[in-house]
């Protein structure tokens, strides 16, 4: 099949690399030259593992191209993917300037049967703003032609997005229309395999579905972060309670994980977009809410901690911080618990000296030319001089570093660990004064 994409950014180079890998003829499309020109020499603007190979493999056979030119992305195909951004407004709720411009670029230069494919995340009834914007900009040209808008959320974890999509736990489709649920039945069946992991529904619930699925995994974290700042105070280990109640199948072990608050590009942006469209629908999300605002809290709680230990004097400390992306094997370091962190520890005088095993041109961007921020090419001389290491990120290379090295290199043997990726007794054994999350310290 031949397919255009709309968005070279993270969900449109998955779902374009993966497409094409499995044979379709994919044409990428941005609207930035610079990003375009990148990619035909084979640079990708993210860090995804895997993502690389199979976009070079797919160039190399010709089923994957990158363009500018509007005119050649709507003539390409009949299937055409809304993949651009939708950042969140001043008031939280999503930017859809972005995917209207795609639905008028379409309609300008359409001149038979379109169907319109949204996969970027969007407020419940985007859809039909889509189709709307469609059929006025039809109108104008004086052309009545057939097409459908349909919604296909994208359900791509960082770190794992190929694997996500090549193996998917479902691929939702939101339309009204059989023959466009047909056409994505044919597109996906290569991904559909052993039994029928593909759900069509009606487009708003669809859209619903994405926000509903993220809303319910952040609402796990803030519950279990809630839990663990009450076992600091009764004196329980919040490690214990997780497996105690993970057991339960009907809870489960996954998204249980206590830590210094979820980050990322789309937790903190969708449950603040939901929290918008109840408020627009005149329903107030009070758990969506306190979801939220747990969230807030828990990302400072790396910081309080700190700033306890030291009795509140930070100006001239210097603290080591391990990882900096919002979670292992990205570089992404939107919303990231690390910023906040560093934000804080500046605010109050003191100097970071950070380690991040992918993210650090990433850190370079955002903070580069700060004088209180050293990113150090190595965990270990990260920790030279600092008067304790924070824990921000669980990157594997951190789950059993050689603590005797942690411990002659920093001035004093101080870890506040923001994953409880360490054994509590077993550091104090080793003479740490250990900190981690709800474990009654
Ligand atoms: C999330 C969802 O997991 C994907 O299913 C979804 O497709 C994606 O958003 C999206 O909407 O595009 P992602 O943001 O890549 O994926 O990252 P997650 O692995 O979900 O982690 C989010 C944050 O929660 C991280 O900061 C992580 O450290 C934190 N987290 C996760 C916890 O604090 N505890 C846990 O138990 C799990």
Known sequence: MRVTIYGCGYVGLVTGACLAHVGNRVLMVDVDAERVARLRRGELPIYEPGLDDLVAEAAAGGRIAFTTDADEAVAHAEVQFIAVGTPPDEDGSADLRHVLEVARTIAERMDGYRLIVNKSTVPVGTADRVRETVREVLAARGLELDFDV?????????GAAVEDFMKP?????????????????????????????????????????????????????????????????????????????????RIGYHFIYPGCGYGGSCFPKDVKALIRTAEEAGHDARILRAVDGVNERQKRRLFEKIR??????????????WGLAFKPNTDDMREAPSRTLMEALWAAGARVRAHDPVA???????????????????????????????????????????????????????????RNLYDPARLAALGFTYYGIGRGT
């Open 150 to 158: 349909i919604s296909n959320p994208e359900f791509l974890k960082e």
């Open 169 to 249: 736990d479902r691929i939702i489709v939101g339309c009204e229309r059989e023959d466009s649920a047909e056409r994505m039945r044919e597109l996906y069946a290569p991904f559909n395999r052993n039994h029928d992991r593909l759900l069509v529904m009606d487009t708003r619930s669809a859209e619903l579905t994405k926000y509903a699925a993220n809303a319910m995994l952040a609402t796990k974290i803030s519950f279990m972060n809630e839990l663990a700042n009450l076992a600091e105070r009764v004196g329980a280990d919040i490690e214990r309670v997780r497996v105690g109640i993970g057991s339960d199948p």
């Open 360 to 418: 650090m041109a990433e850190a370079r961007r955002l903070y580069g030319g700060r004088d209180d921020l050293v990113l150090c090419a190595d965990p270990m001389e990260a920790l030279e001089g600092a008067d304790a290491l924070a824990v921000v990120t669980e990157w594997h290379l951190f789950r059993s570093p050689d603590f005797d090295a942690v411990k002659a290199r920093l001035r004093r043997p101080v870890i506040f660990d923001g």
């Open 308 to 321: 306890d230990h030291f009795g509140g004097r930070l100006a001239g400390r210097t603290l080591a911080l």
